[in-house]
């Protein structure tokens, strides 16, 4: 039964072989470049919800960015570490990572690495003694700058920084909205999708409030869409009529190429260049970097 459901969903994801090489091509391909912003775009990718596409967006957007020629750093700022191990960055315990940043105060510089098989793409990595950061904040001076902090001291070279947050409204996302001008928020097209989005827009807007007037969400971008679905159809529209301008006209669909990569330690980008999923995160990719223009 989900091998029948596996080919129906790669006949309606994927294209045939042909398109699919010709996709390749337009994905990997030199192409154009991606434009450049006039200043460094620190993106924070957040949901409080677990499993809506967070680590999965920040990933191939940037990923997709990188290949295009721009200069790129995804923080994992999940003590899970999936976009570390998505990027095939190992990240065991005793890995320098971004825990040492926020807690012992190292540079972001010294803890950065670089990410195999995507030049210009560079990752600092969570290990799983971020989880105890949560608690071990609390205790420390300005407990919600510490991010910002660190990447301003960095003065890292990069068009583009999207921070990976944790499914929790926690100080490590908070960190991660401190730290940065952007919120991108990932929607799933299911159900419960807006259930939960009210509080994430609350704390979006005391963090705007209190200590980042900077902060804005720039960008919704709806994930694992089901063209098969009424449901998906319906959620998507609720969406658009609630953020309107600000939901990205692409729309992921679920692909199974794209909940593959990760177990290769790839994005789907360069897993399956060929895939419905990795066309889609090029052209989300492109959206964001040509709203550079509207963004400053
Ligand atoms: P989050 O970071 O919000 O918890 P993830 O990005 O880890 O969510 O995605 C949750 C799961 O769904 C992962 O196993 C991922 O591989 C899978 N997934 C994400 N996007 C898609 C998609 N478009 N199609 C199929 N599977 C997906
Ligand atoms: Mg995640």
């Known amino acids: 039964m989900r091998d029948i459901d596996e080919m129906v969903s790669r006949e309606t994801d994927d294209p045939p072989i042909a398109k699919e090489a010709a ?28 499993g809506v596409g967070k680590t999965t967006t920040a990933v191939n957007v940037a990923a997709a960015m990188a290949l295009r020629g721009l200069d790129v750093v995804v923080i994992d700022l999940d003590p899970q570490g999936n976009a570390s191990t998505a990027l095939g960055i190992d990240h065991h315990a005793s890995i320098p990572s971004v825990y040492d940043v926020l807690i012992e105060g190292k540079g972001l510089g010294e803890v950065l690495l670089p990410v195999d098989g995507v030049p210009n793409l560079r990752c600092v990595p969570a290990t799983i003694d971020l989880a105890g950061a949560e608690i071990e904040l609390v205790s ?16 890292l070279a990069a068009d583009y920084i999207f921070i990976d947050c944790p499914p929790s409204l926690g100080l490590l996302t908070i960190n991660a909205l401190v730290a940065a001008e952007e919120v991108l928020i990932p929607i799933q097209c299911e159900y419960y999708a807006l259930e939960g989005l009210g509080q994430l827009l609350r704390n979006i807007e005391l963090v705007r409030a209190h200590l980042n007037p900077a902060l804005r969400i720039s960008t919704i971008v709806l994930t694992m869409y089901d063209a098969r679905t009424r449901l998906s159809a319906q959620v998507a529209e609720d969406v658009r009529a609630h953020f309107r301008d600000l939901v990205l006209q692409t729309v992921i669909p679920r692909n199974v190429r794209i909940s593959e990569a990760p177990s290769f330690g790839q994005t789907v980008m360069t897993y ?3 895939s419905a999923g990795a066309l889609c995160y090029l052209n989300v990719a492109q959206e964001i970097a040509r709203a550079t223009a509207s963004a400053t």
């Open 272 to 274: 399956d260049p060929g």
């Open 140 to 155: 420390l001076v300005a407990r919600e700058s510490r991010l910002r902090r660190a990447l301003a001291e960095a003065e």
């Open 23 to 50: 996709t390749a091509i337009r994905v990997l391909g030199s192409g154009e470049s991606l434009p450049k912003p006039p200043r460094r775009r620190v993106i924070t990718v957040a949901n409080q919800k677990g």
